[in-house]
């Protein structure tokens, strides 16, 4: 993939150099490590500034393909970038003669690969991006068709920086630099993670107090836990079955119900989160889904080459509405007269699940 985007050439070979590159970094929220002050190059890029269109679920963001204008899911869960055949067939989008095996949150399928040539990124043009066919991307934002998602084989050769309260993505690249840090106003907190394959950003975190191995997902509408994962936090099927419930899907359109817990707490870093609404479902993979609601609520800055992610939490742990949602009730399909029975579970219309992304590992 070859990218048309903004360099900063940096060197420290005279003291306008290191000027140069300080001035660089603060401009784009780096500080200490970003520009180091030995014998080499730093180049700070940017690939792409992405306006977020949307205000809940997943980030989608404007782009073009080849010059036409469409939108996009941001999806760090997904392996490969994804577009819809409909889309792939409309635009004329040529086939390569590969095909890439596709493992959702409901089980596996497989997209033929095709390549866009010009991948419009606003500022920034990337060059002959591969994506893979597959899916269905229903629906239109501000007047665009949602044709795919961007996933990790694109975003993993970039530093995403997630900053969805202001409607923000920025796309990075540095390189020849030490770790760069946020400048962000206010603490910021960094945590380790491991990516698994190519792009899976593994993240530990505490539910109730126990420990869970989830992936950072920004393809999930909403943090999903495995049944396993509750009943280890001290929460049974028992306890489960009196939960609000609704299904949930993926892109190969597998359907699996969810039911939606209270927990006592959700540690992320070192951020304790209070009584989270958290879904639990029987996915077809082995670890959680930290999604889009915590992503809406934080700043986040993803580093692929470091192994790192820093958090900014914007509200008070008192007042945070990271994982609380509102639950529209549906009225039963016979409906009769009285008050329902306690502990009745309540079909309810999970606004907060969406459909959750591909989370290929």
């Known amino acids: 993939m070859n990218h048309e985007r903004k360099n900063f050439r940096l060197t420290d070979r005279a003291l306008a150099g290191r000027l140069a590159c300080l001035l660089t ?155 760069p840090t946020p400048t962000w106003s206010g603490p910021t907190d960094m945590a380790p993670i491991e990516i698994e394959g190519d792009s899976a950003i593994m993240i530990d975190v505490l539910l109730n107090g126990h420990r869970v191995s989830a992936q950072l997902d920004s393809g999930a509408g909403h943090t999903v836990i495995l049944p396993g994962d509750a009943r280890h936090a001290g929460v049974d099927r028992a306890r489960l079955s009196q939960d609000p419930h609704g299904h949930m899907h993926g892109v190969d359109d597998n359907r699996f119900e969810a039911h939606l817990h209270r927990f006592d707490s959700l540690q992320v870093g070192h951020a304790i989160y209070y009584k989270p609404w958290i879904a639990v479902a029987p996915m077809e993979i082995d670890h959680a889904l930290l999604g889009a609601d915590f992503l809406r609520h934080n700043r986040v800055w993803i580093s692929y080459r470091t192994q790192r992610v820093y958090i900014q939490r914007l509200h008070a742990p008192d007042g945070d509405p990271t994982f609380q949602i509102r639950l529209r009730r549906l009225p039963p399909a016979n409906p009769v007269p009285g008050t329902p029975v306690p502990g009745t579970p309540v079909p309810a219309t999970l606004s907060a699940l969406p459909p959750v992304s591909t989370a290929s590992r």
């Open 25 to 179: 970094c603060l401009v784009l929220g780096l500080v200490q490590g970003a520009c180091s002050s030995g014998p080499r190059r730093c180049v700070v890029s940017t690939l792409g500034d992405l306006k977020v269109m949307n205000d809940v679920g997943q980030p989608i963001v404007r782009a073009t393909i080849n010059g036409t204008p469409v939108a996009f899911l941001i999806d760090t869960g997904a392996a490969f970038s994804i577009v819809s055949p409909e889309a792939a067939e409309a635009l004329r989008l040529p086939y390569t003669g590969q095909f890439v095996p596709i493992q959702g949150v409901g089980g596996q399928t497989v997209g033929n690969v095709v390549t866009v040539d010009r991948l419009g990124l606003g500022s920034g043009t990337a060059r002959d991006t591969l994506f893979a066919v597959a899916g269905h991307f229903p629906g239109h934002i501000g007047g665009l068709p949602v044709v795919g998602l961007f996933g990790g084989n694109f975003l993993a050769a970039t530093e995403p920086v997630f900053d969805l309260p202001a409607h923000q993505l920025d796309l990075y690249t540095v390189s020849g630099c030490d770790s």
